[in-house]
């Protein structure tokens, strides 16, 4: 399964042109980015290359010929985890509230992906992200030039579920029980 969504992501971007400008990828908060462009943005798709992104590990590239750098993660921070619940929404609100992660999309011939993490002492400042991405590359041309938010998707960290984890408990605790009575007896 984990070679299958491997191939799809790398089948998805390599068709994803290069593109010049940088990235900051020092920032806290800011996971990592996805070069190029023009991938589609429904959560099926988008999900794989977020969680390829939490699984690098910090100051990773993972190229794509011809030597253009599609992933790349943070310089500083390191972060990793596990997204469910993708929720995609699109253009207009650049509120983040109630997401633990978010894969927002920026639009422009040589835009991209970014990754944020909203939650933990690493996290990005604040409840929005930026709706035009002059923070987070350097665009040619005055403030304000960069390339606005197309869409972004929302993920929460997966928690495993506590139903189970109470009935083993519980089972173990009736176990222990009963060979405590057995041993007095």
Do not use: H
Not at 81 to 101: A, E, M, P, Q
């Amino acid at each position: 399964m984990k070679k299958m969504m491997m191939f799809a992501v790398v089948c998805v971007l390599l068709t994803a042109p290069a593109y010049a400008v940088s990235l900051t990828l020092q920032m806290q908060g800011v996971v990592g980015s996805i070069k190029g462009g023009e991938a589609s943005a429904d959560v099926a798709t988008v999900t794989p290359m977020a969680q390829f992104l939490l699984d690098m590990g910090m100051n990773q590239v993972f190229p794509v010929a011809p030597a253009s750098a599609v992933y790349k993660t943070n310089t500083v921070f390191d972060y990793s985890g596990t997204l469910t619940g993708g929720v995609r929404i699109d253009g207009g609100s650049n509120d983040v509230t109630g997401y633990d992660w978010v894969l927002a999309k920026y639009n422009g011939p040589n835009a991209g992906w970014v990754l944020f993490k909203l939650t933990g002492d690493d996290a990005w400042q604040g409840s929005t992200i930026p709706l035009k991405s002059d923070s987070l590359w350097t665009v040619p041309g005055p403030s304000g030039s960069g390339y606005d938010l197309s869409n972004f998707t929302g993920y929460r960290t997966a928690v495993p579920e506590g139903g189970m984890t109470l009935i083993l408990l519980g089972g173990a605790l009736l176990g222990l029980e009963t060979l405590r009575r057995r041993i007095r007896a």
